[in-house]
Antibody, heavy 121, light 109 residues
Framework: QVQLVQSGAEVKKPGSSVKVSCKASGGTFSSYAISWVRQAPGQGLEWMGRIIPILGIANYAQKFQGRVTITADKSTSTAYMELSSLRSEDTAVYYC??????????????WGQGTLVTVSS | DIQMTQSPSSLSASVGDRVTITCRASQGISNSLAWYQQKPGKAPKLLLY???RLESGVPSRFSGSGSGTDYTLTISSLQPEDFATYYC???????????FGQGTKLEIK
Protein backbone atom coordinates (compact mmCIF):
# COMPACT_ATOMS: atom_id res chain seq x y z
CA GLN A 1 0.00 0.00 0.00
CA VAL A 2 1.55 3.28 -1.08
CA GLN A 3 2.10 6.02 1.46
CA LEU A 4 2.96 9.63 0.73
CA VAL A 5 5.58 10.96 3.12
CA GLN A 6 6.07 14.72 3.23
CA SER A 7 8.95 16.85 4.45
CA GLY A 8 8.92 18.56 7.82
CA ALA A 9 7.52 21.83 9.07
CA GLU A 10 8.97 25.10 7.81
CA VAL A 11 9.10 28.66 9.14
CA LYS A 12 9.67 31.29 6.49
CA LYS A 13 9.97 35.06 6.26
CA PRO A 14 7.54 37.08 4.16
CA GLY A 15 8.78 37.40 0.60
CA SER A 16 10.80 34.19 0.68
CA SER A 17 10.03 30.81 -0.91
CA VAL A 18 9.33 27.36 0.45
CA LYS A 19 9.74 23.96 -1.19
CA VAL A 20 7.87 20.98 0.22
CA SER A 21 8.53 17.40 -0.85
CA CYS A 22 6.24 14.37 -1.09
CA LYS A 23 7.76 10.91 -1.52
CA ALA A 24 5.83 7.80 -2.48
CA SER A 25 6.79 5.02 -0.12
CA GLY A 26 5.87 1.47 -1.08
CA GLY A 27 4.93 2.43 -4.60
CA THR A 28 5.66 4.70 -7.53
CA PHE A 29 4.05 7.53 -9.43
CA SER A 30 3.36 5.39 -12.50
CA SER A 31 -0.14 6.05 -13.86
CA TYR A 32 -0.80 8.65 -11.17
CA ALA A 33 -0.89 12.39 -10.72
CA ILE A 34 0.11 14.24 -7.59
CA SER A 35 -1.92 17.20 -6.43
CA TRP A 36 -1.16 19.76 -3.75
CA VAL A 37 -3.92 21.00 -1.45
CA ARG A 38 -3.56 23.52 1.34
CA GLN A 39 -5.57 24.23 4.47
CA ALA A 40 -5.20 27.50 6.35
CA PRO A 41 -5.79 27.36 10.12
CA GLY A 42 -9.44 26.61 10.83
CA GLN A 43 -10.30 26.76 7.12
CA GLY A 44 -11.28 24.38 4.35
CA LEU A 45 -9.35 22.61 1.62
CA GLU A 46 -7.96 24.50 -1.36
CA TRP A 47 -6.49 22.80 -4.43
CA MET A 48 -3.32 24.44 -5.73
CA GLY A 49 -2.24 22.35 -8.70
CA ARG A 50 -1.08 18.97 -9.87
CA ILE A 51 1.60 17.20 -11.88
CA ILE A 52 1.66 14.04 -13.94
CA PRO A 53 5.19 12.84 -13.13
CA ILE A 54 5.62 10.47 -16.08
CA LEU A 55 4.85 13.35 -18.47
CA GLY A 56 6.26 16.22 -16.42
CA ILE A 57 3.09 18.20 -17.12
CA ALA A 58 1.69 20.47 -14.41
CA ASN A 59 -1.42 22.61 -14.19
CA TYR A 60 -2.30 25.12 -11.53
CA ALA A 61 -5.29 26.80 -9.97
CA GLN A 62 -5.59 30.34 -11.32
CA LYS A 63 -5.17 31.78 -7.83
CA PHE A 64 -1.64 30.40 -7.60
CA GLN A 65 -0.50 30.83 -11.23
CA GLY A 66 2.91 32.47 -11.33
CA ARG A 67 3.64 31.83 -7.67
CA VAL A 68 3.61 28.04 -7.42
CA THR A 69 5.76 25.49 -9.21
CA ILE A 70 5.11 21.77 -8.96
CA THR A 71 7.81 19.38 -10.13
CA ALA A 72 8.56 15.69 -9.81
CA ASP A 73 11.57 13.38 -9.83
CA LYS A 74 10.52 10.05 -11.29
CA SER A 75 13.77 8.38 -10.23
CA THR A 76 12.96 8.91 -6.56
CA SER A 77 9.13 8.97 -6.79
CA THR A 78 9.16 12.40 -5.18
CA ALA A 79 7.04 15.42 -6.01
CA TYR A 80 7.79 18.97 -4.96
CA MET A 81 5.73 22.10 -4.45
CA GLU A 82 7.50 25.43 -4.36
CA LEU A 83 5.58 28.56 -3.37
CA SER A 84 7.25 31.93 -3.78
CA SER A 85 6.65 35.49 -2.56
CA LEU A 86 5.29 34.14 0.69
CA ARG A 87 2.94 36.24 2.77
CA SER A 88 1.28 35.66 6.12
CA GLU A 89 -1.87 34.37 4.40
CA ASP A 90 0.15 31.43 3.07
CA THR A 91 0.47 30.04 6.58
CA ALA A 92 -1.21 26.67 6.22
CA VAL A 93 -0.82 22.92 6.21
CA TYR A 94 0.14 21.75 2.74
CA TYR A 95 -0.91 18.26 1.66
CA CYS A 96 0.03 16.16 -1.33
CA UNK A 97 -2.43 13.60 -2.63
CA UNK A 98 -2.35 10.95 -5.34
CA UNK A 99 -4.96 10.40 -8.03
CA UNK A 100 -5.32 8.39 -11.19
CA UNK A 101 -4.48 10.25 -14.37
CA UNK A 102 -7.67 9.14 -16.13
CA UNK A 103 -10.24 11.89 -16.41
CA UNK A 104 -13.14 11.64 -13.98
CA UNK A 105 -11.46 8.87 -12.03
CA UNK A 106 -9.14 11.27 -10.24
CA UNK A 107 -10.36 11.36 -6.65
CA UNK A 108 -7.59 11.79 -4.08
CA UNK A 109 -6.25 8.76 -2.28
CA UNK A 110 -3.99 8.53 -0.39
CA TRP A 111 -2.93 11.82 1.12
CA GLY A 112 0.36 12.78 2.67
CA GLN A 113 0.51 13.58 6.37
CA GLY A 114 0.72 17.33 5.74
CA THR A 115 3.46 19.92 6.15
CA LEU A 116 2.90 23.04 8.23
CA VAL A 117 4.35 26.16 6.64
CA THR A 118 4.40 29.21 8.88
CA VAL A 119 5.11 32.60 7.36
CA SER A 120 6.16 35.11 9.96
CA SER A 121 8.57 37.99 10.29
CA ASP B 1 -14.58 27.08 -12.21
CA ILE B 2 -17.17 24.74 -10.74
CA GLN B 3 -18.29 25.96 -7.32
CA MET B 4 -19.30 23.48 -4.63
CA THR B 5 -21.78 24.56 -1.98
CA GLN B 6 -21.96 22.29 1.03
CA SER B 7 -24.58 22.41 3.77
CA PRO B 8 -24.92 22.63 6.63
CA SER B 9 -21.61 24.13 7.68
CA SER B 10 -22.02 22.54 11.11
CA LEU B 11 -24.27 19.93 12.60
CA SER B 12 -24.87 18.65 16.12
CA ALA B 13 -26.05 15.08 16.47
CA SER B 14 -26.07 12.17 18.88
CA VAL B 15 -24.64 8.68 18.66
CA GLY B 16 -27.10 6.54 16.75
CA ASP B 17 -28.59 9.43 14.77
CA ARG B 18 -28.95 9.42 11.01
CA VAL B 19 -27.39 12.48 9.41
CA THR B 20 -27.30 13.85 5.90
CA ILE B 21 -24.89 16.36 4.38
CA THR B 22 -25.63 18.00 1.05
CA CYS B 23 -23.32 19.23 -1.69
CA ARG B 24 -24.49 21.25 -4.67
CA ALA B 25 -22.35 21.93 -7.75
CA SER B 26 -22.70 25.09 -9.84
CA GLN B 27 -23.09 22.89 -12.92
CA GLY B 28 -23.66 19.20 -13.59
CA ILE B 29 -20.73 17.00 -12.62
CA SER B 30 -21.96 13.56 -13.75
CA ASN B 31 -21.33 11.85 -10.39
CA SER B 32 -17.66 12.94 -10.40
CA LEU B 33 -17.87 13.59 -6.68
CA ALA B 34 -15.87 12.35 -3.71
CA TRP B 35 -16.47 12.65 0.02
CA TYR B 36 -13.67 12.94 2.57
CA GLN B 37 -13.56 12.76 6.35
CA GLN B 38 -11.04 14.83 8.26
CA LYS B 39 -10.26 14.60 11.96
CA PRO B 40 -8.34 17.33 13.81
CA GLY B 41 -4.64 17.34 12.99
CA LYS B 42 -5.02 14.62 10.38
CA ALA B 43 -5.09 14.46 6.60
CA PRO B 44 -8.42 13.97 4.85
CA LYS B 45 -9.48 10.38 4.27
CA LEU B 46 -11.43 9.20 1.23
CA LEU B 47 -14.86 7.79 2.10
CA LEU B 48 -16.73 7.61 -1.20
CA TYR B 49 -16.02 8.30 -4.87
CA UNK B 50 -18.16 8.42 -7.99
CA UNK B 51 -20.83 9.86 -5.70
CA UNK B 52 -21.92 6.52 -4.25
CA ARG B 53 -19.05 4.04 -4.33
CA LEU B 54 -17.67 3.16 -0.93
CA GLU B 55 -13.91 3.13 -0.56
CA SER B 56 -12.50 -0.18 0.64
CA GLY B 57 -12.48 -0.44 4.42
CA VAL B 58 -15.06 2.32 4.98
CA PRO B 59 -18.01 1.20 7.13
CA SER B 60 -21.28 0.54 5.31
CA ARG B 61 -23.13 3.06 7.49
CA PHE B 62 -21.69 5.66 5.10
CA SER B 63 -23.52 6.06 1.82
CA GLY B 64 -23.73 8.56 -0.99
CA SER B 65 -26.31 9.45 -3.59
CA GLY B 66 -27.23 12.10 -6.09
CA SER B 67 -26.93 13.10 -9.70
CA GLY B 68 -26.50 16.16 -11.85
CA THR B 69 -25.73 19.01 -9.47
CA ASP B 70 -27.04 17.67 -6.13
CA TYR B 71 -25.38 15.06 -3.94
CA THR B 72 -25.73 13.76 -0.40
CA LEU B 73 -23.63 11.92 2.14
CA THR B 74 -25.61 9.94 4.70
CA ILE B 75 -24.38 8.33 7.87
CA SER B 76 -27.06 5.87 8.91
CA SER B 77 -26.19 5.48 12.60
CA LEU B 78 -23.57 7.80 14.00
CA GLN B 79 -20.71 6.25 15.90
CA PRO B 80 -18.38 8.15 18.25
CA GLU B 81 -15.54 7.96 15.72
CA ASP B 82 -17.65 9.68 13.05
CA PHE B 83 -17.48 13.10 14.69
CA ALA B 84 -15.24 14.97 12.27
CA THR B 85 -15.37 17.42 9.39
CA TYR B 86 -16.64 16.22 6.01
CA TYR B 87 -15.78 17.66 2.60
CA CYS B 88 -17.15 17.03 -0.86
CA UNK B 89 -14.95 17.47 -3.93
CA UNK B 90 -15.73 17.57 -7.62
CA UNK B 91 -13.28 16.07 -10.09
CA UNK B 92 -15.36 16.65 -13.22
CA UNK B 93 -13.41 19.59 -14.67
CA UNK B 94 -11.13 19.03 -17.66
CA UNK B 95 -8.35 20.09 -17.49
CA UNK B 96 -8.45 19.36 -13.80
CA UNK B 97 -9.54 22.29 -11.65
CA UNK B 98 -10.61 20.48 -8.53
CA UNK B 99 -12.84 22.24 -6.02
CA PHE B 100 -14.01 21.36 -2.54
CA GLY B 101 -17.09 22.22 -0.58
CA GLN B 102 -16.60 24.44 2.46
CA GLY B 103 -16.86 21.52 4.86
CA THR B 104 -19.39 20.31 7.42
CA LYS B 105 -18.29 19.99 11.01
CA LEU B 106 -20.19 17.20 12.72
CA GLU B 107 -20.24 17.64 16.48
CA ILE B 108 -21.58 15.65 19.38
CA LYS B 109 -24.85 16.95 20.80
Amino acid sequence: QVQLVQSGAEVKKPGSSVKVSCKASGGTFSSYAISWVRQAPGQGLEWMGRIIPILGIANYAQKFQGRVTITADKSTSTAYMELSSLRSEDTAVYYCARALIAARQDWFDPWGQGTLVTVSS
Amino acid sequence: DIQMTQSPSSLSASVGDRVTITCRASQGISNSLAWYQQKPGKAPKLLLYAASRLESGVPSRFSGSGSGTDYTLTISSLQPEDFATYYCQQYYSTPPLYTFGQGTKLEIK
